[in-house]
């Protein structure tokens, strides 16, 4: 910048008024260039986050011109994952102003200032809302260039905003859909390529001595995401090497492969737009939620409160007889019941007509007919019964009411066992499966000639999204040039998950 940078005059505006329309009432935040006020609009009765330029500013063109610009494009872009812009004007002092809708959330910086870092399930749905938000602006032809915690704020719900585009490189493809903000090439604004704008850490590599693109955003996107599962960013400020960051633990592999494909160092090896990106992780949030399924049903499984059970066999009370009186009681039982049956034998069992004699009968369940089960055979006390019948005299008392020596058949009663709901059917593979992946075998063998000699890897497609996962771990340069060679496959639009064996050409 050409303008020395001076503090600004924050605390002296509180109170003021611009233009007769907008009450400055407290400052939000303060950055390089301007600073930001919650405002009262007057004339619609509502609140306005009001954003200023800083007075050393002002007689910067370059500066000034790049305050304007942001203007106009956030008035442009109408999407509910980046911040509005309404209205535009000049203070008394001659500083420009811009007036954008009032957001009261937290910033995921002050967030990650508190928790250092996220849960996964958390980071991985506000990176997705990102993904959109920044959708939103390239195909509006504009790079942020300036992704980072300080510039998303978190609503109610963790609904996401994206702001400050201060810094933003507007493409060509911006000023050919210019509508009524047409900008003639002579003022259109040219970074010179070796000057880097950015926050240190989350610069794209390439940045040094290549224009910003999208895929930059998605660079600095990954180490957002990299810092909200981690606590840390990926790389250090003063690492120009880029050296590989440490492993992600505790975490899905699909969602480590994600955040590791968008921090790639050369930005063609990167997700190539955030579309793509944005199915990685909604196939990964998926993964995600069903472990956290499973956690959640393995906390609500009761466990066994051993405080309250039965007590145990020593545990119980003693009985009011001990056991050495009852077995004496029983002992004398025995010696005068045989003492009885030696001088008084028993009668023959012949029965009297009028005589009933008590019957013991086992209650067997009845076995249909119809079943696999063996025949049910009689108990000994059955058998005797049927011999007494046998012998018993002509006039024996009405059937009606004697004793059934058969028991009724009794209904087994068997648990009431509720079905599981059944499992979704798997989509099967297309019929063009084979033919896809012998178009990509050159591919997939070149990028596996020095790992192990079969590979298995787990296909998961997803309306026109395809993914390769090795069931066994692979290096990262592998792992890369299998991601490479999976985008070349095209299945249409067809979803399905299913394995693939590659196995060695026989010489």
Not at 424 to 442: C, K, S, V
Not at 466 to 480: E, F, I
């Amino acid at each position: 910048m050409s303008t020395p940078h001076r503090p600004g005059s924050g605390p002296k505006l509180i109170g003021r008024v611009l233009e007769g329309r907008y009450e400055l009432l407290s400052i939000l935040g303060r950055g390089g260039m301007a600073d930001v006020y919650r405002a009262y609009f007057r004339p619609g009765g509502s609140f306005r986050a009001v954003k200023i330029m800083r007075p050393g500013f002002v007689g910067d063109a370059d500066v000034t011109r790049r305050f304007a610009r942001e203007f106009k494009a956030l008035h442009q872009i109408d999407h509910e994952s980046v911040v509005r812009a309404f209205d535009y004007g000049l203070a008394d002092d001659g500083r420009p102003y811009m007036a954008m809708e009032y957001l009261d959330g937290e910033s995921l910086h002050d967030l990650l200032d508190q928790s250092r870092r996220i849960e996964p399930l958390r980071a991985v749905r506000i990176a997705v809302q990102l993904c959109v938000a920044l959708g939103a602006l390239h195909e509006q032809g504009i790079v942020h260039r300036d992704l980072k915690p300080g510039n998303v704020l978190l609503l109610a719900d963790d609904r996401v905003k994206l702001i400050d585009l201060g810094i933003a490189r507007l493409t060509d493809d911006y000023y050919a859909r210019d509508g009524r903000y047409i900008t003639p090439p002579s003022q259109r604004i040219r970074t010179p390529t070796p000057f880097v704008m950015g926050t240190p850490g989350y610069i794209a590599p390439e940045l040094g001595h290549e224009h910003p693109e999208p895929r930059s955003d998605i660079f600095s996107l990954g180490v957002v995401l990299y810092r909200m599962l981690s606590g840390t960013i990926p790389f250090r400020p003063s690492d120009k090497s880029y050296s590989t960051p440490a492993s992600l633990v505790n975490l899905p592999r699909s969602l480590e492969r994600v955040v590791f494909t968008a921090l790639e160092v050369k930005p063609i090896e990167r997700y190539q737009s955030v579309d793509e990106l944005r199915e990685e992780l909604e196939d990964a949030l998926l993964d995600l939620e069903s472990d956290s399924e499973i956690a959640e049903l393995d906390d609500a499984t009761p466990t066994p409160d051993v405080s309250r059970s039965a007590p145990r066999l020593w545990q119980r009370p003693a009985p009011v007889f001990s056991l050495g009186a009852i077995v004496g009681g029983l002992s004398i039982a025995t010696v005068l019941l045989g003492l009885h049956l030696a001088f008084d034998p028993p009668e023959s069992p012949r029965l009297a007509s009028d005589e009933l004699a008590p019957t013991f009968t086992e209650s067997t369940p009845a076995v249909p007919a119809s079943s696999n089960h063996l025949p049910a055979q009689s108990s000994p006390t059955t058998r005797d019964a049927e011999r007494g019948s046998q012998e018993a005299p002509a006039s024996a008392p009405d059937p009606v009411d004697e004793p059934s020596i058969d028991t009724e058949p009794v209904e087994l009663k068997t648990p009431t066992v509720t079905a599981s709901p059944p499992r979704r059917a798997r989509a099967r593979r297309p019929a063009i499966f084979d033919d896809e992946f012998r178009r990509i075998l050159p591919s997939l063998t070149a990028c596996t000639r020095f790992g192990p000699a079969e590979v298995t890897f787990a296909v998961r497609a997803r309306a026109g999204a395809v993914t390769l996962t090795p069931t066994t771990p692979l290096a990262a340069g592998m792992q890369r040039c299998i991601d490479r060679a999976a985008r070349q496959l095209d299945f249409g639009a067809s979803s399905f998950r299913t394995k693939y064996t590659l196995k060695p050409s026989k010489p």
